[in-house]
């Protein structure tokens, strides 16, 4: 199979033969800049698309289906328009503040999206603490979104902010607990050791016994909740607040929010891939040689997207099924239930890596 | 600390991720300047609230909970952000490791169990 890195490598040593090393990290550089831009905003209108064909099938709707063949071009004439639209400029919001929001939400989830494991050795940044820098990186979006709110100086953007605060760092504790869950059990917390732990075809949540099925469950929901999704989507609760905290923002400025938006959910999905089924690794069931034969030969990254994409349908899917909680409601789940369950379940990992039941 | 492609730095990397984040709102609110109409009319630049100008001050005051919920974060973060180095290392540090941790995390429980008994998880 071509392997990604043996073209990599090639490229490198063309690059170092007739440049400087210095100018050859330069260029790389700028190549990796222009592929995650490019490989950003193609997934990201994919998934403007996906949404919106799913949520039509669970509505019995058709959806967009008049631009392209299916529809698919719809999002890239959405993108157009948005692109064609005025950037009001108010005279009563704080212009710094309001200007720099966008800035930050979309630098918080390019960083996350290039530190996921898009295939056997094919990821961007790769820390030794990968995860921890990922939940840390994460959570200057929630600077971006309270100071949108906060700076657009309007009331309904002033309290769709505080509840998407509140939500956000919330559910946050709850991710990282249940990430600690799947830390202690795989004993480190470089993403790519992580796949490479999991590539035998044994998931961590295979492997990890019932304490992984509780953090997985555990996980999916705080993802949900701080991807402002689904449920838990009262930031931008439109029948009561317009838009929630991008409500002032109009023009490609509404639009990073939006992009950012689904972009988060991609990675959400994949560290939930990452984490418990295995990031790249293709499915394994031991014995059935000529079964995982198969299965090693769809490559790797596909292996990666295929996994989030169909998390990210279980996390649509939550949106047409549940109704919206109300702001006590959801800071009781996670305060009184989840948190407790998490911590109950991180001793119960403890056990379990402890006594070796784990397989 | 090199990355798998190119032998890069990773925090050169990581360097490069988030200007790539800023470049791309860059490029696009230049591309939109360019290309986006502009028309001029003093009820645009108002807030979009309920049609009719809006009352009182909207950066105002508001409800103490979230401050509550703030304050409850950061302490629970904090102490989890302490958990991740005895979680990686869980095995190495054996017993010895457990029995500390098991303290440090008695503490943490206490901490919630406290905030419960005073009514600081009730949304008022």
Request: hydrophobic residues 55%; negative net charge; aromatic residues 14%.
């Amino acid at each position: 199979m071509l392997e990604l890195s043996h073209g990599a490598e090639w490229l490198n040593q063309w690059l170092l033969s007739w440049c400087a090393p210095w100018a050859a990290v330069t260029i790389e550089c700028v190549l990796i800049g222009v592929l995650l831009l490019l490989s950003y905003s193609v997934l990201a209108l994919f998934y403007i698309y996906f949404e919106r064909k799913v949520c039509a099938a669970f509505q019995c709707r058709l959806g967009p289906n008049r631009v392209g063949p299916w529809g698919v071009l719809q999002s890239v004439a959405d993108m157009f328009k948005i692109l064609i639209k005025e950037l009001i400029s108010l005279n009563h919001i704080d212009k710094f503040l309001f200007a720099l929001a966008p800035y930050l939400v979309i630098l918080a989830s390019m960083l996350c999206f290039s530190m996921l494991p898009w295939g056997s050795g094919i990821q961007i940044i790769d820390f030794n603490i990968g995860i921890f820098f990922l939940l840390a990186v994460s959570s200057i979006g929630v600077l971006g979104i309270l100071l949108a709110g906060w700076s657009s100086n309007n009331k309904f953007t002033l309290i769709g902010a505080l509840r998407s605060g509140a939500q956000m760092v919330s559910y946050e504790l709850s991710m990282g607990l249940s990430v600690i869950t799947m830390v202690a059990f795989a004993g480190t917390m470089s993403i790519s050791e992580m796949c490479q732990l999991q590539s035998d075809g044994m998931w961590f949540i295979f492997s990890g016994h019932i304490p992984a099925i509780i953090a997985f469950v555990i996980f999916i929901i705080a993802g949900t909740a701080e991807t402002n999704r689904g449920p838990f989507d009262l930031p931008e609760a439109e029948s009561e607040l317009t838009a929630g905290y991008h409500t002032e923002y109009s023009g490609i400025h509404f639009g990073f929010f939006y992009l950012a938006e689904y972009l988060n959910l991609f990675i959400v999905s994949g560290v939930a891939a990452l984490l418990f089924f295995g990031g790249w690794a293709p499915l394994h069931i031991p014995g059935w040689d000529a079964f995982n034969g198969v299965m090693d030969w769809i490559p790797s990254t596909i292996w990666f997207i295929g996994k989030a994409i169909v998390l990210s349908f279980i996390i649509i899917w939550f949106k047409w099924t549940f109704p919206r909680l109300r702001i006590d409601q959801l800071l009781t789940l996670e305060w009184k239930y989840l948190l407790p369950i998490n911590l109950v379940n991180l001793v119960l990992m403890v056990l379990v890596v402890c006594y070796g039941l784990h397989f | 600390m090199v990355s798998l492609i190119f032998g890069i730095q990773n925090s050169t990397l990581a360097v490069v991720g988030a200007l790539t984040g800023v470049a791309l709102v860059a490029l696009a609110l230049v591309l939109a300047g360019l290309i986006s109409p502009r028309s001029f009319n003093p009820q645009k630049g108002e807030a979009y609230e309920c049609g009719i100008p809006t009352r009182g001050e909207s950066m105002a005051q508001f409800h103490v909970g979230y401050y509550l919920y703030a304050i409850l974060f950061l302490m629970f973060d904090v102490e989890t952000v302490f958990l991740y180095p005895w979680a990686v290392n869980m095995k190495a540090l054996g017993t010895d490791g457990l029995l500390c941790i098991a303290v440090f995390f008695g503490i943490l429980v206490l901490g919630l169990v406290y905030a419960w008994r005073k009514g600081a998880l009730e949304w008022k």
